[in-house]
């Protein structure tokens, strides 16, 4: 379905900002702070992505079309 290279990106991505990044923050009083920070952003954001990301694969709600509606649509099509 060709999902695999979003996800990969995307992951990557955010692994880089959250497992990455926070290393090379430099010192200073609020260090620990920012490498905070930047873990807390990248995981709610992914968690965010992926979620609305995988919802849109399967949605659960779909059109409901009324009997009537459905028999118009079957005759003129």
């Given amino acids: ?3 695999e290279i979003p ?3 995307v992951t990557s991505f955010w692994l880089i900002v959250g497992g ?3 290393w090379f923050i430099p010192k200073g009083p609020n260090k620990g702070i920012i490498q ?3 873990v807390m952003t990248a995981v709610s954001c992914y968690l965010f992505w992926i979620c609305t990301f995988l919802a849109q ?3 659960l709600i779909g059109p409901e079309i009324d009997n ?4 118009i649509m ?3 099509w």
Avoid at 68 to 71: A, D, I, M, R, V
């Fill in 36 to 38: 905070t920070m930047l």
């Fill in 68 to 71: 009537t509606t459905l028999t």
């Fill in 57 to 59: 694969l399967n949605p």
């Fill in 74 to 76: 079957q005759n003129q």
């Fill in 7 to 9: 996800i990969i990106v």
């Fill in 1 to 3: 379905m060709g999902i």
């Fill in 20 to 22: 990455v990044i926070p």
